[in-house]
C-alpha cells in the first residue's frame, strides 16, 4: 500500500496557479532527494556504489543538477543526452553511455567527453573502434537469452533486442582485452517498472556467476557491475514501492559470498535508474474546461495525451486526486479526457472519482518519468511547462510552456 499524497497544500498549488497556467508538469524537489538518499544509504555497505540516472526518464538540467548535488552520475543514450549532461556540468566517468542501434557521431561524443562506453553488441567493438577509438574502459550489456538455471522471473530477453549473447560475452571481452582495454565492468538491464524485489537480487546474482565464470576464464578483474535500472513505481495505491534495504541487503550477502569468495573484492556497484527516482516526485496539475455525458460521463481536461502518454500508450494507471475534494466518496464514474482527435486520449477510464465540476483542479500523481519527457506535438498540441517545488514551499519554473512560435520553428513560411 501507499498513500497518493500530495506535496503541496490546496492554497499553495492555487498560488501557484495563479503564477503558471495549467497544464503543468510540477516535480517535488524534497521527495526526489529524500528518495535519493534512501537509496545511497541501502547500498552505503558497498565500496563506490554508484546511480547513473537514467536522463530519458525526466532530460530536464535542472532535475539533473538534483542528481548531480545528491552524488549521482548520468546514463545516457542518445546526443541530446549526452549535451544535457554536458550542460549541467556532468562530464567524464560521471556518465555511463548505454545506447542501442548507436549512430558513429554518439560514440564519437561519448568518447569526447570521457564517459564510459557501454556496447550492446559485439559488431559495436570494431565500429567504435572505427569511429572513435577504443578506450581504456569497457563494458558490454549481457542479454541472458532464455535463462538457465530456471530463474523464471526474468521475463523473455531473448525476445528484446538488445545486448549479447553469453558466448558473445567470452569472445567481446577477449577481443576487447587484445586491443588493450584495461578496465572492465559488465551491464544488464532486463526489467522494466518492476515492483518484484527479489528480481533485483537474482539479476545482481546472474551478473555475480558470470563475472566469476569471466574471471576465471579470461583472468579478467572486474572494475564494476551495472544492474541497471527498472525499479518500478507504485502507481496504484494497494501497490507496494520496491523494499531497496532489502534488495541491498540481499545482494549484499550474494557480494559477499561470491564476489569475495572469488577473490574479485572490490567490484563497484552500480545501477541506472530513471523512473524510480522521480516517477512518484511529479504531478500533472490540470483543470477541467468541460463536463459531457452521452452513453458515459466525461469530464474534459486542458491537458491530453501530448503531458502524459502513458495511460494511452500502456493503459498505464496513473492515479487521480481532485483538489479540494480529497475527502469526498468516489460516488461518479468518468472517463478523464484530453483534447486530441484520437479516443484513446484518456487519463483515465471508467474511473471512481467524487462528483466534478467544471473548473475542478485535477492532480495525476506518478507524471516524474516518462511524463513531459514523452510529449509530442501531434495535433499542434503544445509541450507543457515544468516546474520544481523547492525546499522552502516555493515553485521555479524549470522549463516553459511551449509557443506556437516554437511548433512552427522549423518551418519557412517565406518560400510559400
Ligand atoms: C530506460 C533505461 C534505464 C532506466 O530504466 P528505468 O526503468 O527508468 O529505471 C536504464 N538503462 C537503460 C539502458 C535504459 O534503456
Not at 284 to 309: F, I, P, Q, S, W
Not at 368 to 373: K, L
Not at 390 to 405: M, N, P, Q, V
Amino acid at each position: 500500500m501507499n498513500e497518493k499524497r500530495l506535496p503541496f497544500t490546496r492554497e499553495q498549488i492555487e498560488r501557484i496557479m495563479r503564477e503558471y497556467p495549467t497544464p503543468f508538469h510540477i516535480y517535488d524537489e524534497k521527495g526526489i532527494r529524500d528518495n535519493a538518499r534512501r537509496l545511497k544509504k541501502a547500498f552505503s555497505w558497498a565500496p563506490g556504489f554508484r546511480e547513473f540516472f537514467a536522463v530519458k526518464a525526466c532530460p530536464n538540467p535542472y532535475i539533473m543538477k538534483i542528481m548531480k548535488e545528491e552524488g549521482f552520475g548520468t546514463d545516457c543514450s542518445s546526443m541530446a543526452e549526452l549535451a544535457l549532461s554536458e550542460r549541467v556540468g556532468i562530464t567524464g566517468e560521471d556518465v555511463f553511455f548505454s545506447s542501442n542501434d548507436t549512430p558513429a557521431a554518439e560514440y564519437v561524443r561519448a568518447r569526447e567527453l570521457g564517459a564510459v562506453i557501454n556496447l550492446d553488441d559485439i559488431s559495436h567493438v570494431s565500429f567504435l573502434e572505427k569511429h572513435a577509438g577504443i578506450p581504456d574502459v569497457i563494458s558490454f550489456r549481457y542479454n541472458p537469452g532464455p535463462l538457465r538455471g530456471g530463474n523464471a522471473i526474468i521475463g523473455k530477453p531473448e525476445e528484446a533486442k538488445y545486448g549479447l549473447t553469453r558466448d558473445q560475452l567470452f569472445e567481446a571481452y577477449r577481443t576487447v582485452m587484445a586491443k588493450g582495454v584495461k578496465r572492465f565492468g559488465l551491464h544488464t538491464m532486463v526489467a522494466s517498472n518492476e515492483l518484484n524485489p527479489d528480481y533485483f537480487v537474482d539479476t545482481a546474482d546472474m551478473l555475480f556467476d558470470l563475472m566469476v565464470e569471466l574471471h576465471r576464464a579470461l583472468g579478467i578483474q572486474f572494475e564494476f557491475v551495472n544492474i541497471g535500472g527498472g525499479f518500478g513505481v507504485p502507481y496504484r495505491p494497494e501497490d507496494t514501492a520496491v523494499d531497496m534495504e532489502y534488495v541491498s541487503n540481499k545482494i549484499r550477502l550474494l557480494y559477499d559470498t561470491k564476489i569475495q569468495g572469488a577473490g574479485l573484492h572490490p567490484v563497484t556497484i552500480m545501477m541506472e535508474s530513471g523512473r524510480m527516482m522521480t516517477g512518484p516526485y511529479g504531478y500533472l496539475v490540470t483543470r477541467v474546461l468541460h463536463k459531457k455525458e452521452t452513453y458515459r460521463n466525461y469530464v474534459g481536461m486542458d491537458a491530453c495525451m501530448a503531458d502524459l502518454m502513458r495511460p494511452a500508450l500502456y493503459g498505464a494507471y496513473h492515479h487521480i486526486t481532485v483538489l479540494g475534494k480529497e475527502g469526498r466518496p468516489l460516488d461518479r464514474t468518468y472517463d478523464v479526457t484530453g483534447s486530441l482527435c484520437e479516443n484513446n486520449d484518456k487519463f483515465a477510464i471508467g474511473r471512481a472519482l467524487p462528483a466534478i465540476e467544471i473548473g475542478d483542479v485535477l492532480v495525476i500523481h506518478d507524471t516524474g518519468a516518462h511524463g513531459h519527457a514523452m510529449g509530442f506535438n501531434y495535433n499542434g498540441k503544445l509541450r507543457s511547462a515544468e516546474l520544481l517545488l523547492r525546499t522552502d514551499g516555493t515553485a521555479e519554473l524549470i522549463r516553459r510552456a511551449e509557443t506556437l512560435d516554437d511548433y512552427f520553428k522549423t518551418l519557412d513560411f517565406s518560400k510559400l
